[in-house]
């Protein structure tokens, strides 16, 4: 059975301008989130009468929420539990990460999906892929990290003999999106400077360190894996996806229009300003370099990741340098024409690299 998903795209267009694919995920976020809450209320009251002691947190979901104990019957809840939020600052944090995470994944991958005019719908949708890139690399990053971390503290938990708290959920919610959410923002925008309460201002590109830290210090007040955890495997998971899996022209296509052969797609993003040293402080730079070209050479040894060769590092650099190019084109009037030029002898020259490797 197949369904038309012309039809509810032609709805959603027409009715509002969110991205369909937000609405899916805040459907399912608010659908989940009170199914479980409907489900742990019902069952709390039920049991009240027999347990006087029992505490609601008590109340476990394990068909929905990611319990360790419980994840060889309900592997599917390493995709789920994100979208299951058991208190009310959690769902509206939640929702909030949803509405403009999303919405921003969309205008970057799939900008036809904001677009005004609601006339031509059916031609905007046969434009569009079959899978969503959005829906392709939030999936990744969600079960992957929920499954590193389900690893890593099932591992703690035995270690130290703490074989109750397997039965424990890990509630992480959709804050393991936040640190994906802002690799996304460091490759694609990076030179976009974000005000807070207008004290003080600093680049995207900053955004994942910066997020980092914060994680670290409310793991080390609250002495306890989360959020520090789930902050740095979600991190390197979402990192991981866009330097060696994701595939272009889907990132940023109004820069980098589609090739009309399937030998110009390009895997990753090898550009020198996305590997991994770039993401920390020029302070520190010089020290991890080498660890992080150490690592580098290990995974390569191991199959976990190919290796670069200078023709892909060159093609990484110069779509790296167009997303740079175009973003401040939009945000100055002045040397368009020049800019224009650029682009298109840029295109050209990447253009026969890749007619040269094919």
């Known amino acids: ?16 301008t969110v991205p369909l694919i937000t609405l899916v995920y805040l459907a399912l976020t608010i659908t989940l989130s009170a199914v479980t809450s409907y489900i742990r209320t019902q069952s709390y009251q039920t049991l009240l009468s027999d347990n006087p002691s029992l505490a609601f947190d008590d109340i476990i979901i394990p068909s929905l929420q990611l319990v360790p104990s419980h994840i060889v019957f309900h592997p599917w809840t390493l995709w789920t539990s994100t979208y299951v939020e058991t208190s009310p600052l959690q769902f509206i944090f939640g929702i909030i990460i949803i509405y403009f995470g999303i919405t921003f ?35 990744f990053v969600v079960i992957v ?25 890990l509630q992480y919610g959709l804050f393991i999106l936040m640190l994906p959410l802002s690799v996304v923002a460091k490759q694609l925008t990076p030179e976009r400077n974000i005000k807070v309460f207008s004290l003080f201002k600093f680049r995207l590109k900053r955004s994942p360190f910066i997020l980092l830290c914060f994680a670290l210090v409310l793991s080390i007040v609250k002495f306890s894996l989360s959020p520090i955890l789930p902050a740095i495997v ?111 002898i840029a295109l050209k020259m990447l253009e026969q690299t890749v007619t040269q490797e094919s």
């Open 145 to 169: 990290s929920n499954f590193i971390c389900l690893l890593i503290t099932s591992f703690i938990y035995i270690l130290k003999g703490s074989y109750e708290t397997l039965n424990h959920p």
């Open 105 to 139: 994944l969309e205008s970057q991958w799939n900008p036809q999906s904001l677009t005004d005019d609601n006339e031509d719908v059916t031609s905007l949708l046969n434009a569009q892929k079959p899978v969503s890139e959005t829906f392709k690399f939030n999936t």
């Open 234 to 344: 979600s991190f390197m998971t979402a990192w991981y996806y866009l330097r060696y899996l994701q595939l272009s022209p889907a990132i940023n296509s109004q820069i980098l229009p589609a090739p009309n052969n399937t030998s110009a797609i390009v895997r990753g993003d090898p550009s020198d300003t996305f590997s991994l040293v770039e993401f920390f402080p020029d302070l520190i730079k010089g020290t991890l370099k080498p660890v992080f070209d150490g690592f580098y050479q290990v995974a390569v040894l191991l199959g976990v990741v190919r290796p670069w060769n200078d023709d892909d590092v060159d093609i990484g650099n110069l779509r790296s340098n167009l997303r740079v190019s175009g973003a401040s084109k939009s945000k100055t009037a002045s040397g368009n024409e020049t800019d224009e030029r650029r682009k298109q």
């Open 1 to 16: 059975m197949r369904i038309d998903i012309d039809v509810i795209s032609n709805l959603a267009v027409k009715y509002t």
